[in-house]
């Protein structure tokens, strides 16, 4: 009896991975496709530097929903992931973000943000929330 049992809770776990994969996604597409719901403000603004040097600051005044699908966990902490939709091709460098009282915060990696952007994609590619044929290949 222990095999069929423990396959079924296998399964159930997977199911239920699965699931919340889904629900991050479709939070983050909301976030990403309607900022205005959640970003209030933005101001860009350069500073020169010696040379022909720059820097370019951005700040964001938002309200970041309180909102358990964007959970996310790497290793022992879970944090809300907020998508900031900075669209760039290549790495980001000399990318900062605080909060509001100044503390920095974290930035996900190149792998974490692009599986992140896939859980997003699978939710835009699906209709009525049944997946279309060619999810499984992402």
């Given at each position: 009896?222990?095999?069929?049992?423990?396959?079924?809770?296998?399964?159930?776990?997977?199911?239920?991975?699965?699931?919340?994969?889904?629900?991050?996604?479709?939070?983050?597409?909301?976030?990403?496709?309607?900022?205005?719901?959640?970003?209030?403000?933005?101001?860009?603004?350069?500073?020169?530097?010696?040379?022909?040097?720059?820097?370019?600051?951005?700040?964001?005044?938002?309200?970041?929903?309180?909102?358990?699908?964007?959970?996310?966990?790497?290793?022992?902490?879970?944090?809300?992931?907020?998508?900031?939709?900075?669209?760039?091709?290549?790495?980001?460098?000399?990318?900062?973000?605080?909060?509001?009282?100044?503390?920095?915060?974290?930035v996900?990696?190149?792998r974490?943000?692009?599986?992140?952007?896939?859980?997003?994609?699978?939710?835009?590619?699906?209709?009525?929330?049944?997946?279309?044929?060619n999810?499984?290949?992402?």
């Amino acid at each position: 009896m222990r095999g069929p049992i423990a396959r079924l809770s296998h399964r159930a776990h997977a199911r239920h991975a699965e699931q919340s994969v889904a629900r991050r996604g479709a939070a983050i597409a909301e976030l990403t496709l309607f900022p205005q719901a959640w970003k209030h403000r933005r101001v860009d603004s350069m500073r020169l530097e010696s040379g022909d040097r720059g820097r370019w600051r951005i700040s964001i005044d938002c309200t970041v929903p309180n909102d358990v699908r964007l959970t996310w966990s790497r290793g022992r902490d879970a944090q809300l992931v907020v998508p900031i939709t900075l669209f760039r091709k290549g790495p980001l460098k000399d990318f900062n973000i605080t909060g509001p009282d100044g503390a920095p915060l974290p930035v996900l990696g190149m792998r974490d943000s692009a599986a992140l952007a896939l859980e997003m994609l699978r939710f835009t590619l699906s209709v009525d929330g049944r997946r279309t044929r060619n999810w499984q290949r992402l």
